[in-house]
């Protein structure tokens, strides 16, 4: 078989076979098909799509393409459970969420990614944290899950390898907003990773891959379908990502602002919505609790009772990074030369962000990739995100700019500047909680 072959099939509008794309994972998994391949294929997906069908194929060939976890050795008292998000700006939501739904009594084995297109991701973000073994073997993941209930870890070369090569492939050619790759690439890492339960958070809006609620529900009806499909009971939720989630956007300081949320010093609402509304589907979708009224009531004890903090603690030492990280990460965490505030142009309401332009902004500052593998400076990003309806201008910035250098200082400020919307009245709230859907 011809790999150009399976690009002109698709390429031509038809239907890749359960052979072609077979051919597809084996090649992405042994890097016999070299990335130029690759990219003209994801992009023919991109712009001609995929039937259910082959999604469904490629999930299950991604998924098997390495080593499937088996859990039911340990013997759990409690489910198997994870979250995913499909990729936002400043969305920490992972680092709560998990130690959130340990203290709860799951045992969740958070496989996360890393940054995509304009959007952060968790393995990045964790990686700030000095000692922690992001990728560490089977065996120490394992014991972490087992004894703390949580481990959030990046995706070794053993977990869906064809999934890491595809999803860095389309990290840098634009095809990442296609919902049969986003649901195959999702699925794949969390069907490997032997979960019995998933809570899914699509992002909607300007931040998002997927800007309409219309797009946001397609694709996370093809995750709940195809989930049932592998045996994954999947819920979905829809969250607002028309502005930045949470005060801070880039990779040390949300570790920062999540430390702070779950050491209940600072909860900012938006934030705390979605990881509330998240943390309890995870205790619907397991059936640990029969509704979402107790379901929030138990995750909101886990938080305010410091438990789900001392999980966090838990996790950072288990796996690598300092005992007494969460009492002094800042002695731990880079930080930027450069920290000065980006102030509007003019005073008025904040009315809209154009959330991929922050996200933008954010890889400007060398917080993100614009190639293949390329290293990261962890200090940089936004803290301090002015929100949308707050009043901004002399007295209240639109940001505070942490940079290297003046000059890729200046050049975000200018970027940020240009996200935002400043107008003189109040803008309609945005509810951050979308939707809530389960399958059929
Ligand atoms: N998150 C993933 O894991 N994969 C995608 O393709 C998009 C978001």
């Known amino acids: 078989m011809l790999f150009t072959d399976v690009i002109r099939t698709k390429r031509d509008g038809n239907p890749l076979t359960e052979a072609d794309i077979g051919f597809l994972v084996s090649g992405l998994s042994d890097a016999s098909i070299p990335a130029e391949q690759i990219s003209s294929l994801a992009m023919a997906i991109f712009l001609n799509g995929m039937s259910f069908e082959e999604a469904s194929i490629l999930t299950l060939g991604m998924a098997r393409s390495g080593t499937v976890l088996n859990w039911s050795d340990c013997q759990f008292d409690g489910p198997v459970v994870d979250k995913h998000s499909t990729g936002g700006v400043g969305d920490k939501v992972s680092f709560l969420l998990a130690p959130i739904a340990a203290a709860c009594g799951c045992y969740v084995p958070m496989i996360s990614g890393r940054g995509l297109g304009h959007t952060g991701g968790t393995t990045d973000k964790v990686e700030c944290i000095p000692g922690y073994q992001s990728m560490p073997d089977f065996d120490l993941f394992r014991r972490v899950v087992k004894t703390v209930g949580c481990a959030v870890i990046g995706q070794t070369n053993e977990l869906a390898p064809a999934d890491k090569r595809f999803y860095a492939i389309r990290d840098v050619t634009s095809t990442v907003e296609s919902v049969p790759l986003i649901t195959a690439s999702i699925l794949a890492k969390k069907i490997a990773a032997g979960l019995e339960a998933l809570v899914m958070d699509v992002k909607v809006g300007s931040g998002a891959f997927m800007e309409s609620v219309p797009q946001a529900s397609e694709l996370a009806k093809s995750i709940i379908g195809t989930a049932s499909r592998a045996g994954l009971k999947t819920h979905a939720i829809l969250t607002d990502m028309n502005e930045v989630l949470g ?83 800042s002695a731990y965490l880079p930080a930027a030369k450069i920290v000065v505030p980006v102030t509007a142009v003019g005073e008025g309401v904040l009315s809209s962000v154009v959330t991929q332009k922050v996200g933008n902004a954010i890889i400007e500052l060398g917080g993100g990739r614009r190639v293949l593998g390329e290293s990261l400076d962890h200090s940089v990003g936004f803290s301090e995100i002015a929100h949308i309806g707050e009043v901004v201008g002399a007295d209240k910035p639109l940001a505070i700019v942490h940079a290297s250098s003046e000059e890729t200082a200046q050049i975000a400020a200018s970027m940020l500047r240009e996200a935002c919307q400043i107008s003189s009245d109040s803008p309609p709230k945005n509810d951050v909680i979308v939707d809530i859907l389960t399958p059929e």
């Open 247 to 329: 005060d801070t956007a880039g990779n040390s300081l949300e570790i920062v602002e999540s430390i702070e949320y779950l050491t209940n010093a600072h909860r900012e609402p938006r934030l705390d919505a979605v990881t509330v509304s998240l943390c309890a589907e995870m205790l619907v979708v397991t059936g640990m609790e029969a509704n979402r009224q107790d379901a929030t009531a138990t995750v909101e004890r886990a938080i305010a009772s410091g438990d789900a903090a001392e999980k966090f603690s838990k996790m950072v030492g288990e796996l690598g990074g300092p005992p007494d990280f969460v009492e002094n990460y």
